[in-house]
């Protein structure tokens, strides 16, 4: 059974910095993509930032230039630092994994639980 959890997620004043932490555990064979969402109250999930399996990333035009994505495959694990945080930032946080169980398996998506992210005075 394969568990995503992440960790890293507060309270925080504009301006300020979070760095968000989400780690795959369970019998894993291989983690490819890896990515972060977001979903504040009436809103729909939205792509924050992805990272491929060769490091290749995008982002939202909303977080350019304030957050990098980066991962650690060894560790099956990614990370999300976010600078400059933003009131319009809060939300929900929640990381994507695309990972295979076995080698012969299907590549299937796994969701971490949610961090909340508040960014207020």
């Known amino acids: 059974q394969v568990q995503l959890v992440e960790s890293g997620g507060g309270l925080v004043q504009p301006g300020g910095s979070l760095r968000l932490s989400c780690a795959a555990s369970g019998s894993i064979f291989r983690v490819y993509a890896m990515a972060w969402y977001r979903q504040a109250p009436g809103e729909q999930r939205e792509l924050v930032a992805a990272?491929?399996?060769?490091?290749?990333?995008n982002y939202a035009d909303s977080v350019k230039g304030r957050f990098t994505i980066s991962r650690d495959t060894a560790k099956n694990t990614v990370y999300l630092q976010m600078n400059s945080l933003k009131p319009e930032d809060t939300a929900v946080y929640l990381c994507?994994?695309?990972?295979?169980?076995?080698?012969?398996?299907?590549?299937?998506?796994?969701w971490g639980q949610g961090t909340q992210v508040t960014v207020s005075s």
């Open positions: 994507n994994q695309a990972l295979q169980i076995t080698g012969t398996g299907p590549v299937k998506n796994y």
């Open positions: 990272i491929t399996s060769g490091t290749r990333t």
